[in-house]
């Protein structure tokens, strides 16, 4: 089975949100400054807001609880557009061409091969660790954090069933 496709800078950072999203320590993470720095920063407000200011209680506590509600709410979003753009940083930083423009993947009963312009790389399929299928892209992990990402859009229905088969260790 041979199979052409362009991985383009969006592919390699919707390949890092998915992960990132899908990961147990990166969603400990999240959670943890989701839930834990509300809480710690909103004791404060209230504590300060009563001593300091002699504003009724009620009041203080109101402002707590929005601050808290808001930042619950609110920081997935900032921290999904926080790892797209340190990703983009990253991607600026050097010479990227190996990560980047077209592939061939040729893959029979025993390998896969990639091919980009200037080299190849050859695996045993029995060495692939996980197949992450996305919206968008399939990522073939080699290791936990590395992987080979297929785009989608250039793969039909039958030719993606097949290709997930093959690389599935089925």
């Known amino acids: 089975m041979e199979i052409k496709f362009e991985v383009t800078k ?3 950072i ?13 969603k400990k993470n999240l959670n ?11 004791l404060p407000i209230y504590f300060i807001g009563t001593n300091l200011f002699n504003q009724p209680s009620i009041y203080w506590t109101i402002i707590a609880i929005l601050f808290l509600l ?3 709410i609110t920081y997935p979003k ?8 340190e990703t983009e940083k990253l991607i ?5 061409s190996e990560i980047f423009g077209k592939k061939k993947m040729i893959i029979d009963n025993e390998t896969i091969t990639v091919y980009n312009k200037s080299s190849s790389e050859t695996m045993q399929i029995n060495t692939i660790k996980d197949v992450k299928i996305y919206d968008d892209i399939i990522a073939i992990y080699t290791s ?5 990402i297929v785009p989608i859009r250039y793969l039909d229905k039958d030719l993606k069933d097949n290709f997930i088969k ?3 260790n089925v």
């Open 70 to 72: 808001i930042w619950m």
């Open 92 to 96: 600026n930083e050097g010479d990227n």
């Open 78 to 85: 900032q921290y999904r557009y926080l790892i797209q753009k």
């Open 166 to 168: 093959k690389v599935s």
């Open 10 to 12: 969006e592919d390699y």
């Open 14 to 26: 919707k390949f890092n949100l998915y992960h990132t999203e899908n990961s147990p320590s990166q």
């Open 32 to 42: 943890l400054l989701r839930y834990v720095i509300p809480v710690l920063f909103s």
């Open 144 to 148: 936990a954090i590395t992987a080979h």
